[in-house]
């Protein structure tokens, strides 16, 4: 049995999924699957076993982006499929059964009709505590100018855990610190678009090919820390309805932002 390991956070578990998945459709054989979020391995359950995310003793496939993120040209899941082994052109998909129909009957009954937009809980960078990464946090400010924006045109929900290090106005359901992971994707596959920083919203969102509106860190993109510089929009976004606006950009632009994605989300709404 071989096992197989991503990063340790959520959304590079999210990537993960999708390329097991891909793995086990190629007759991968038996693997191990090393996460700390097993309940998104739920679609796979009979398929893989799972075990804790360790690092050491090293796994036999390191499916993570790591390695790549100053090699131009792909895109964070397509360097996961790399390091599986796979062709980076095969397609982003994360499998998934609504679990909690309770919560999304709630859900579907707050928003009346409206598309739902998931906002991602603004939070410390890297679930850090020593203030590594700060600059990567954009000013989220311009997050809440963004739901401002939103206004009436869809039903905003904030989601997340940890401590928020900003507290957002107007939104429509605040679920943050409130469901578990099996929780989230219930409700992620119930939105019709996402808002908010560089995050899980991202694979969360791509997984399905739905839109996701980030706010990026212009003080990220001239860190001193290499990494966090190499962190920019064109190497993490994969999917065709991602987009990113900087935080230092201006109001129009922010606008036409929040248009798109409100256009994007309310054409979702209708089909």
């Known amino acids: 049995m071989r ?12 990537y993960l999924a999708a390329v097991v998945r891909l793995l086990v459709e190629r007759g991968a054989g038996d693997l191990e699957v ?13 398929k893989v076993k799972l075990a804790p995310y360790r690092r050491r003793p090293r796994a036999d496939i390191i499916a993570h982006y790591a390695g790549r993120r100053a090699v131009p040209g792909t895109s964070q899941f397509q360097d996961c499929c790399i390091g599986a082994g796979l062709p ?79 507290q957002y106005r107007g939104i429509g359901l605040d679920l943050s610190n409130q469901t578990s992971v099996s929780d989230l994707m219930d409700v992620g596959f119930a939105a019709d678009g996402f808002l908010g920083q560089c995050s899980f919203i991202i694979p969360l969102a791509e997984g399905q090919g739905k839109p996701v509106q980030l706010v990026w860190s212009r003080r990220g993109l ?4 290499e990494v966090i510089r190499q962190m920019t929009p064109g190497k993490i976004l994969h999917g065709p309805w991602s987009r990113a606006v900087m935080d230092n950009c201006s ?17 979702a709404r209708a089909a």
Do not use: K, Y
């Open 3 to 14: 096992s197989i390991r991503a990063g340790s956070g959520l959304g590079d578990s999210i």
């Open 34 to 46: 090393l996460t700390d979020f097993p309940d998104l391995f739920l679609p796979l359950r009979d």
């Open 88 to 166: 980076a052109t095969l397609p982003f998909h994360v499998a998934w059964t609504i679990i909690n129909r309770a919560l999304i009957e709630r859900l579907h009954g707050a928003a009346q009709g409206r598309p739902i937009v998931l906002v991602q809980l603004p939070r410390a960078p890297f679930g850090r505590s020593d203030g590594f990464g700060q600059e990567f946090l954009p000013d989220c400010r311009r997050i809440q100018q963004a739901i401002d924006l939103i206004g009436v045109r869809a039903f905003t929900v904030l989601v997340g855990s940890g401590a928020a290090s900003f």
């Open 222 to 225: 001239r860190s001193r820390h």
């Open 251 to 267: 109001d129009e632009q922010m606008r036409v932002a929040i248009d798109a994605l409100c256009e994007q989300v309310g054409r």
